[in-house]
């Protein structure tokens, strides 16, 4: 319990003859005593207290229970006159902030630093905690015990941190912690912080600045550190291009930023170059020999054929016979637009024996060996994998069918022709055999539609021809010109 000064008022005293004193206080239970006689003491509705004393000079003492007992100073309490004593129960409030040093305002009027702490009285108190570059905290506390502990975080002010750098892809450090590359769109505490920025092809830069809560946004533009590249081509004169710019004809000498970069060197028939290189300070010095291809090649092939006609070939009792083989024959030109694309004219087909054929020739039926060779002739496009000692390709073909049955006893005597087309596909690969001469071994195949112009046999229901085959062929070429 803490007193304030008694002090005389202008209430009436109802009893004139002593000394009226009103006693404010929350506390209950009182018990008042005096160094002379207290008169009478009376508990008012409001939970104040009323105490009358004979005039004269006094020595109060007042006790309840969990409190010491206050002895107030000697004071003349006059005869007639009314006085006021406001008891005031104190508490201990005791303030801690992170960060520490901010400053706290009680009431707007009592003022500290954290940590620190205050005697209050009880019932509710403003608060109010301020420090640079930190939210401020403005609260309520009602203290109902005699000490209360308060603890509490602040919260930084944020600013808007935007960054962009040319090139972008940067490392920023923000007061030594990486955040990420740029573009950086973040937000972080008002005030100063160091910026580094960093990339592996350019100079470093480091530098402050001061964040308000406006916030920051900045544009840099990095300066690239530069390595020497210089580049030689066998044979010269190859388009260079670094990081799909043209870069000139080899050879080239250039300053390139550090890092890496992608190089592409293209000479007319020769093999294209594209790969990768990482510069660094120490420069870099290369020379590539580029593969020479020919872009005009002519061939021949030889192998086997399987048939897929059986039409024509039907006996009287309606049997159809399995697939006919024979010799498979192809001979191309090709023109090699790039290393790996090429496309020209080819001719393909096979012959082979039918024994003991029955057939139909100027109205007469007969029978004998026949011989039968239609062809293919067409254009082709092919796709190289890659050059070199073994070359793996894929190609189509496109084109028209024609060919003759005829007897093998005189084979200008025609007995019924085809005609149609077809589309082709096959795999090969290509073995050089010297600069110019080359072999390939071939898988291919044909299918499409055809007809035959008469009936050339008599068990046929109708004039449809099946041009499709399987061949295997090895094929030898002659390539030339690009010189």
């Given at each position: 319990?803490?007193?304030?000064?008694v002090?005389?008022?202008?209430?009436?005293?109802?009893?004139?003859?002593?000394?009226?004193?009103?006693?404010?206080?929350?506390?209950?239970?009182?018990?008042?005593d005096?160094?002379?006689k207290?008169?009478?003491?009376?508990?008012?509705?409001?939970?104040?207290?009323?105490?009358?004393?004979?005039?004269?000079?006094?020595i109060?003492k007042i006790?309840?229970?969990?409190?010491?007992?206050?002895e107030?100073?000697p004071?003349?309490?006059?005869?007639?006159?009314?006085?006021?004593?406001?008891?005031?129960?104190?508490?201990?409030y005791?303030?801690?902030?992170?960060?520490?040093?901010?400053?706290v305002?009680?009431?707007d009027?009592d003022?500290?630093?954290?940590?620190g702490?205050?005697e209050l009285e009880?019932g509710?108190?403003?608060?109010?905690?301020?420090?640079p570059?930190?939210?401020?905290l403005?609260f309520?506390?009602?203290?109902?015990?005699?000490?209360?502990?308060d603890?509490k975080?602040?919260s930084k002010?944020?600013g808007a941190?935007?960054?962009?750098t040319d090139?972008?892809?940067?490392?920023?450090?923000i007061?030594?912690?990486?955040i990420?590359?740029t573009?950086?769109?973040?937000?972080m505490?008002?005030?100063e912080?160091?910026?580094?920025?960093?990339?592996?092809s350019?100079?470093?830069?480091?530098?402050?600045?001061?964040?308000?809560?406006?916030?920051?946004?900045?544009?840099?533009i990095?300066?690239r550190?530069?390595?020497?590249?210089?580049?030689?081509?066998?044979?010269p004169?190859?388009?260079i291009?670094?990081?799909g710019?043209?870069?000139?004809?080899?050879?080239?000498?250039?300053?390139?930023?550090?890092?890496?970069h992608?190089v592409?060197?293209?000479?007319?028939?020769?093999?294209?170059?594209?790969y990768?290189?990482d510069?660094?300070?120490n420069g870099?010095?290369e020379?590539?020999?580029?593969v020479?291809y020919?872009p005009?090649?002519?061939?021949i092939?030889?192998?086997?054929?399987?048939?897929?006609?059986?039409?024509?070939?039907?006996?009287?009792a309606?049997?159809v016979?399995?697939v006919?083989?024979?010799?498979?024959?192809?001979?191309?030109?090709?023109?090699?637009f790039?290393?790996?694309?090429?496309?020209?004219?080819r001719?393909?087909g096979?012959?082979?024996?039918?024994?003991?054929?029955?057939?139909?020739?100027?109205?007469?039926?007969?029978?004998?060996?026949?011989?039968?060779?239609p062809?293919n002739?067409?254009?082709?496009?092919?796709?190289?994998?890659?050059?070199?000692?073994v070359?793996?390709y894929?190609?189509?073909?496109?084109?028209?069918?024609m060919?003759?049955?005829?007897?093998?006893?005189n084979?200008?005597t025609?007995?019924s022709s085809v005609?149609g087309f077809s589309?082709?596909?096959g795999?090969?690969?290509?073995m050089?055999i010297?600069k110019q001469y080359?072999?390939?071994v071939?898988l291919?195949?044909?299918?499409g539609?055809?007809t035959?112009?008469?009936?050339?046999?008599?068990y046929?229901?109708?004039?449809?021809?099946?041009?499709?085959?399987?061949?295997?062929?090895?094929?030898?070429?002659?390539?030339?010109?690009?010189?």
């Amino acid at each position: 319990m803490v007193p304030e000064p008694v002090s005389e008022t202008q209430k009436v005293n109802p009893e004139p003859d002593k000394a009226y004193v009103h006693v404010k206080s929350q506390i209950p239970n009182l018990r008042f005593d005096s160094n002379r006689k207290i008169d009478k003491v009376v508990q008012t509705s409001s939970g104040d207290w009323d105490l009358w004393l004979p005039g004269g000079t006094h020595i109060l003492k007042i006790s309840a229970d969990g409190y010491q007992m206050l002895e107030l100073p000697p004071f003349n309490y006059g005869k007639k006159k009314s006085f006021e004593l406001k008891l005031k129960v104190m508490s201990i409030y005791s303030i801690t902030t992170n960060p520490v040093g901010a400053l706290v305002k009680i009431d707007d009027q009592d003022t500290l630093t954290s940590p620190g702490r205050i005697e209050l009285e009880l019932g509710a108190h403003k608060v109010e905690i301020s420090k640079p570059n930190y939210e401020s905290l403005v609260f309520n506390i009602n203290l109902t015990e005699e000490s209360f502990i308060d603890e509490k975080k602040l919260s930084k002010v944020t600013g808007a941190f935007l960054l962009r750098t040319d090139p972008s892809e940067a490392d920023v450090a923000i007061d030594g912690h990486i955040i990420g590359k740029t573009p950086i769109d973040t937000s972080m505490a008002i005030g100063e912080h160091r910026i580094l920025i960093s990339k592996m092809s350019c100079e470093d830069m480091a530098y402050r600045i001061i964040l308000d809560e406006h916030g920051y946004t900045d544009k840099k533009i990095l300066v690239r550190r530069v390595g020497s590249y210089h580049l030689t081509t066998n044979p010269p004169e190859a388009k260079i291009k670094i990081d799909g710019a043209d870069a000139g004809k080899s050879p080239v000498s250039l300053e390139l930023g550090l890092g890496k970069h992608a190089v592409e060197i293209d000479l007319a028939y020769h093999d294209e170059l594209s790969y990768d290189i990482d510069l660094t300070d120490n420069g870099l010095r290369e020379n590539k020999d580029l593969v020479h291809y020919y872009p005009s090649e002519a061939g021949i092939g030889f192998g086997g054929a399987v048939a897929f006609e059986k039409n024509m070939f039907t006996d009287s009792a309606g049997n159809v016979p399995s697939v006919k083989g024979g010799i498979f024959v192809s001979l191309f030109y090709r023109f090699h637009f790039s290393s790996h694309l090429s496309a020209g004219v080819r001719m393909s087909g096979y012959v082979l024996t039918l024994s003991e054929q029955k057939f139909i020739l100027d109205g007469v039926q007969k029978k004998e060996n026949l011989s039968f060779g239609p062809f293919n002739l067409g254009i082709e496009g092919r796709w190289t994998f890659f050059r070199g000692k073994v070359e793996p390709y894929w190609f189509l073909t496109a084109g028209a069918v024609m060919g003759d049955m005829t007897p093998e006893s005189n084979s200008s005597t025609i007995i019924s022709s085809v005609s149609g087309f077809s589309l082709g596909t096959g795999f090969g690969v290509t073995m050089s055999i010297t600069k110019q001469y080359a072999m390939s071994v071939e898988l291919c195949g044909s299918f499409g539609s055809g007809t035959w112009d008469k009936m050339g046999n008599p068990y046929s229901s109708d004039l449809n021809y099946n041009p499709s085959f399987l061949a295997a062929n090895v094929a030898f070429s002659y390539r030339w010109g690009g010189d």
